[in-house]
């Protein structure tokens, strides 16, 4: 179960990132709104994950799908550049974040 918390607190990462290019510096109040619920509840949930977790895996885990997942969503959605290093080095990030996964012992 805290894996699970950790992947929803990750997807609530990418969210709350995505929400802060559209809040259009706060301005934006519907997007604003969102942006601090999704923050909250990444928080709650990575909370919930680390009751078990070790922290150092745990949050490393949350900020690299975080970091990835908002790479992907800034290249296909807000058209951000596309090029072969980029991408190479979002699939080292996501082969830390397994590797990790793999070595953790929960």
Do not use: D
Not at 31 to 38: M, R
Not at 50 to 74: E, F, N, Q, R
Request: proline share 3%.
């Amino acid at each position: 179960m805290p894996w699970i918390f950790l992947i929803l607190a990750s997807a609530c990462e990418i969210a709350f990132a995505s929400c802060l290019k559209l809040t259009e510096g706060f301005s934006n109040i519907k997007w604003t709104i969102a942006f601090v619920l999704f923050y909250v509840m990444s928080a709650v949930l990575l909370s919930q994950a680390v009751k078990t977790l070790p922290i150092g895996t745990a949050y490393a885990v949350w900020t690299g799908i975080g970091a990835a997942g908002t790479v992907l969503i800034g290249i296909l959605y807000f058209k951000e550049p596309f090029s072969f290093w980029r991408i190479f080095f979002l699939c080292t990030l996501i082969m830390s974040i397994v590797g990790l996964k793999v070595v953790s012992k929960h």
